[in-house]
């Protein structure tokens, strides 16, 4: 029976649901963009080619990246439970999703900053500048747009995770599916939260493009 009680738990479960989208997404980048950077850099046509320093990175994310989230899930329970004190509910499934997004992110970065013209960095290597003023002032400058576009990927990918992450207690509009959808069989509500994560996939997507067409419009 839906009444004011499942009403206030949907809406609960967005409020969880978004949080834990967008604060595993911006920490994801406070680990993936410098990895991303430095996969770049360090890359054998890279500002600063490192051959040991890139196949430790590369192998970092291609061995998390290959690891089923569920899985990473499960297994990063030691861990999330040092660091938050607990091994369920929102905050603590923002640790493995973190994890988990950051080498995927770190991925994108780097496709993004590759795309950048090779002419225009060595524009800038020719008027004298440094290798952090290329990386900060040329490459993320000139990719602004593509990162963008990734980051809402990212979003998209995360909001997918934190949905799976309700099948072992995660917490958000996907713990509520399984709990009541599934366990208690009350399609309307699987139904309900279904439509609610599509809503939010669009959201987030339409959200992120439409900075990205202003950003490509004013790089034009």
């Known amino acids: 029976m ?10 609960n479960g967005i409020l969880e649901t978004v949080y834990m989208t967008v604060v595993s997404t911006f920490f994801g980048y406070l680990l993936g963009l410098p990895m991303g950077i430095l ?3 360090s890359d054998k046509n890279g500002l600063k080619p490192n051959p040991f ?7 970092i994310s291609n061995v998390v990246r290959s690891v089923p989230f569920l899985i990473l899930l499960i297994l990063l329970i030691p861990v999330t439970r040092q660091i938050v004190g607990k091994s369920y509910g929102t905050t603590a499934t923002i640790v493995p999703l973190v994890i988990s997004a950051a080498p995927y992110i770190a991925r994108m970065v780097e496709s993004s900053l590759k795309e950048v013209d090779a002419g225009v960095i060595e524009a800038a290597k020719s008027m004298g500048a440094s290798r952090i003023q290329i990386v900060f002032k040329v490459l993320l400058v000139e990719a602004r747009t593509s990162l963008i576009t990734n980051a809402t990927i990212a979003l998209g990918t995360v909001l997918g995770y934190s949905a799976m992450a309700g099948t072992v207690g995660g917490g958000g509009l996907g713990n509520i599916a399984v709990q009541y959808g599934y366990y208690r069989y009350q399609t309307d509500i699987m139904i309900v939260t279904v439509i609610l994560l599509i809503i939010l996939f669009q959201v987030f997507t339409n959200s992120g493009m439409f900075i990205a067409r202003i950003l490509n419009h004013k790089k034009a």
Do not use: E, G, P, R
């Open 53 to 59: 320093l890139y196949k430790v990175l590369d192998a």
């Open 2 to 11: 839906w009444d004011s009680v499942t009403t206030n738990m949907i809406l």
């Open 39 to 41: 996969l770049t850099t």
